[in-house]
T-cell receptor, first 115, second 112 residues
Framework: EAGVAQSPRYKIIEKRQSVAFWCNPI?????LYWYQQILGQGPKLLIQ????????DSQLPKDRFSAERLKGVDSTLKIQPAKLEDSAVYLC?????????????FGEGSRLTVL | KNQVEQSPQSLIILEGKNCTLQ??????????LRWYKQDTGRGPVSLTI?????NTKSNGRYTATLDADTKQSSLHITASQLSDSASYIC???????????FGPGTRLSVLP
C-alpha cells in the first residue's frame, strides 16, 4: 500500500514570494491534515479536511495561507506571500476516518526555507 | 486548555543502554495516546497506540505505559541502537473525534 506522498521535498524561496505544496493521501482515506512543524517543536495543525470539506482551519493564517482538497483526494497548501517565520516542515497526514482510533499516517514532509 | 508536555527535551545515551521518555497531558476527555518516532528529515511513524483501558503495550524494544488517572505516559527503550536516534513525539486525542494534541517531542541521540 502506497503511503502519503508529498512534493516538493525541499523548497527555498525569498520572502514575499509564493509557494505551493502538494499532498496525495493514502487511497481511501477520508481525512487529510496539514501540519506545520518548526524546528525543535511538535507539529501544529493548520487545516483538517473531511473528504473535500474543511473541518478545522482555526489555526490557518488565512491572510497568507490557503488550502484546498478538490474532489476529496489530493490537496494543495499555498503560502502567498511568504514570511521568514514560515520556514518550517509542512507535513501532510491522512486518516481512514473521523472517529475510532483514527491512526495518522504522515508523509515525508516538505521543508520550506524562506530567505 | 488541552496540552501535552514531554521530558526531557533532549537525551544522550550510549548504545546498548536503556532510557525512558515521559509524557504528561491535560487532554480531557481522553480517547487514546500515541507515541511516534520521527527520524531527521522524515515524517513521524507510529510506534504504539494506547486506549484508556490499556496500561502497557510493547513494540519490539519499545514499551509504552499509560496511567490514565495521573494522565502520564512513558516510553521505555531497551538496549538502544544507533538507529533509535530520533525525536519521539507523544500525541493525545480526546473523545468525540477531537483533534490530536501533539507534544514538543524528546530528541534522543544514541552514541556508539
Amino acid at each position: 500500500e502506497a503511503g502519503v506522498a508529498q512534493s516538493p521535498r525541499y523548497k527555498i524561496i525569498e520572502k514575499r514570494q509564493s509557494v505551493a505544496f502538494w499532498c496525495n493521501p493514502i487511497s481511501g482515506h477520508a481525512t487529510l491534515y496539514w501540519y506545520q512543524q518548526i524546528l525543535g517543536q511538535g507539529p501544529k495543525l493548520l487545516i483538517q479536511f473531511q473528504n473535500n470539506g474543511v473541518v478545522d482551519d482555526s489555526q490557518l493564517p488565512k491572510d497568507r495561507f490557503s488550502a484546498e482538497r478538490l474532489k476529496g483526494v489530493d490537496s494543495t497548501l499555498k503560502i502567498q506571500p511568504a514570511k521568514l517565520e514560515d520556514s518550517a516542515v509542512y507535513l501532510c497526514a491522512s486518516s481512514p476516518g473521523h472517529g475510532g482510533t483514527g491512526e495518522l499516517f504522515f508523509g515525508e514532509g516538505s521543508r520550506l526555507t524562506v530567505l | 486548555k488541552n496540552q501535552v508536555e514531554q521530558s526531557p527535551q533532549s537525551l544522550i545515551i550510549l548504545e546498548g543502554k536503556n532510557c525512558t521518555l515521559q509524557c504528561n497531558y491535560t487532554v480531557s476527555p481522553f480517547s487514546n495516546l500515541r507515541w511516534y518516532k520521527q527520524d531527521t528529515g522524515r515524517g513521524p511513524v507510529s510506534l504504539t497506540i494506547m486506549t484508556f483501558s490499556e496500561n502497557t503495550k510493547s513494540n519490539g524494544r519499545y514499551t509504552a505505559t499509560l496511567d490514565a488517572d495521573t494522565k502520564q505516559s512513558s516510553l521505555h527503550i531497551t538496549a538502544s541502537q544507533l538507529s533509535d536516534s530520533a525525536s519521539y513525539i507523544c500525541v493525545v486525542r480526546g473523545n468525540y473525534g477531537q483533534n490530536f494534541v501533539f507534544g514538543p517531542g524528546t530528541r534522543l541521540s544514541v552514541l556508539p
